[in-house]
């Protein structure tokens, strides 16, 4: 009956939304003023706020001073009973840290108190950096450059082993080798629109990548009879760009190259639909450019059906018959490319069948793994999961730090590090199948983990290059270029992920010492797992960047190889990790590579390497580091004696291939052994690309105006050049003279000779200003090319100190010619002569000396 009435009731009983929200906001960041009256004074006051954490002390606003409901206990009240108790846990925490932030007598966030009563304020734990899991955190979506098209659809996969060894495929001889047809005389069935090449570079992204609806690239089926496949590569790691149909059964494949470039064809990943049962299919991947492959020697590819992983719980398995690598035919100015060629028969109908290079590991499942981490009450104990940086294209680079906690600061002083990295190269997932088998491994109850977590500080960044990974690349981050070979770079903005990971070590260094790095890769020509590391120059170290591997190759006798592992640092790898890493002070600086194929060693010899394969290979790098860490130094001692014998056969081998003898007994261990190994093979990418993608325009840009500028002005001469000049327009119409008159003087005439005014290595220097060196004509006589200066014939240099000065004759010294400087090779320098100064040109010759200071020679510069 009366809104007014109604409305001033509604005003004094209801808080103002906006007056509540920054009430709150002032507390929260410690801005919020209290009145005197408002401030406890003692302790005992405080303890009765820590003990009702329903109710939150409210400084005054306006002239409201009195207790309101925690708006934590509101919430709580309106949220379902049926919470976990984990949650309600944490909410009561959470409750006891707003009481003590809202309070204006505590203005840090930091504070936490004991729940016992007791007023014993301790520091609050360091909170994750800008990007974490918590327990109801979901995943962060990957982010996309905005060029590429991305589907809403999840592809996930589920992990199997084989119950039985796959082996290699035995070539025949009798593959067939199709011929390349092109879309000219076949049908184009699935072909990327946009594709970034070398001529584009990252700019921005986004979450699910280019803008609009995501058309069906696909071509439309006729009808149920139509037995077309259907292609699709718009995922995660997925890299076809075309597929062009030739036959009724056979399809010629086209990979698209790593963003941002024209190269790195190497990794396939892609999807085919609407299968039909018992029918050879053949698939030729056509651009690929590496000339050797593991396909010659046996590799199949992987072939996932879902069917099989819904019914059968069948997951990634080797396929393929008649499997050919060979050169294609390129075409006039073209470099040459290679294919894959192979038949296989799908196993159902109507089915969905993925084929990929090797094992999927993409960046939703990394974050998978690292969330079931973190959600542990166990291992979060001792995994932080950290943000090392953000990407170029801003999806997190995480950093592990996995330890025990210390019980003292000297304990915790004393632990060594180990670092550890993966996906440097975004095609090479077997890399983090190895890290994957590692972290299972380390973060598990498992004794020598919990010994391992005692002693050492493990510093992991399981995938450097995150981009890469999701758009499908296989080799280069966004800015178009290998970051392996740019771990010494200065540009921090174009190459976030390395620059931040070498700093990372950097500030390692100066806490503890790092006993070892290591950098997991794959290897596409060799077979087995293998390190490189770099030799040690320092001969009280001699040989021990070797123990390591060679333990490793014992643990693990049937995947690792010792004899294929290499030492040598070329330099052409300076900029990759190991290198890099090896010259800040990590003695024990490995890559890791592991082969795409299978082993050729023991038990495994001449099958596929599975995922346990790989994931096994991380459980034995921990137990090779407790081996190299043993205190008892036995199984060290006897692993540098085996190298050294290893070494001495290998020197003697080398020069019976040279046909030489030598006597080792005394002098083999000088020998150079990078003399003795061969260089590390299997990059494609042996060179540093340059500068990143989009600052290429710029350099470019900046050398047009250059040369422009340089047309248009002169550049500034330096001294060196200014004084060439000089001599030249001076002294030599002088010289040019004095050829007409040889009678005047008793040695030959002096050409061209810019070493004149140059005295030799060992004599002293002096400059003399202002003044400037005249030839008298009538000192100066022709002089043969070969003809070397006669030391009994004099000249006389005068020295003027302004130009109007007349020239004198005064002999007592010979012209020094130094032959560096000589602009006729054949000729040589003059013999020095003391020379004889007046005592009134030389104030150091008067007093007590009698006879004239000797100087060798005179050197002299002269300044235009």
Known sequence: MFPALETELKQETLPDPYEDFMRYHLQYYGYYKAQRGSLPNSATHQHVWKNNPRYLLSGSFGKREDLTPDRLQKEKRLWPTCLPSTVHRQIGAMSRDSLMLSSPFVKSRQLLYDDTGEV?????????????FSGNALLQAPRWPIECEVIKESIRHIEWVPPQPEYFYQPTGNEKIPEIVGEEKGTIVYQLDSVPTEDSYFTSSRVGGKRGIIKELSVSLQGPEDNTLLFESRFESG???????VNTYEYELTLRTDLYTNKHTQWFYFRVQNTRKDVTYRFTIVNLLKPKSLYTVGMKPLMYSQ?????????????????KYYR???GDGQQPSYCLTWTVQFPHDQDTCFFAHFYPYTYTDLQCFLLSVTNSPIKSQFCKVRTLCRSLAGNTVYLLTITNPARTPQEAAAKKAVVLTARVHPGESNGSWIMKGFLDFILSNSPDAQLLRDI????????????????????????????????????????PCIWHTRNMIKRLLEEREVLLYCDFHGHSRKNNIFLYGCNNTNRQFWLHERVFPLMLSKNAPDKFSFHSCNFKVQKCKEGTGRVVMWRMGILNSYTMESTF?????????????TTEDLKSLGYHVCDTLLDFCDPDRTKFMQCLAELKELLQQEIHKKFKELGQDMDLERSWSDISLSDVESSTSGSDSSLSDGLPAHLLNIASELNQKKMMYKKKKKPLKSRKQRNKQYQKNTLMPDSEITEDAPERAGFPSLQKHPAFFRTSENASSSVIKNEKPRLNKSQLNR???STALDPTHRTTLILTKNKGRIQKEKPGFTVS???KRSTNPSQEPAQPVKPSWSRSRCPGTQGSHRTAVAYPSLHIYTYP
């Open 456 to 495: 050492f500080i493990f510093k992991v960044v399981p995938m450097l290059n995150p981009d890469g990974v999701i758009v499908g690349n296989y080799r280069c981050s966004l800015a178009g270029r290998d970051l392996n070979r740019h771990y010494k770079t200065i540009l921090k903005e174009s190459f």
């Open 817 to 819: 010619c130094d032959p």
């Open 120 to 132: 014993n304020p301790r520091l609050r734990e360091p909170q994750d950096l800008f990007a974490f």
């Open 597 to 609: 194929g299978g082993s050729t060693l023991g038990s495994k010899r001449d099958t596929h390497f």
């Open 783 to 785: 002089r043969g090319k």
């Open 239 to 245: 890299n076809l760009q075309k597929a062009v149909r």
């Open 307 to 323: 069917l099989d992983a819904s019914t059968h719980s069948i997951g990634w398995r080797r396929e393929g018959n008649e499997i």
């Open 328 to 330: 294609s035919t390129p």
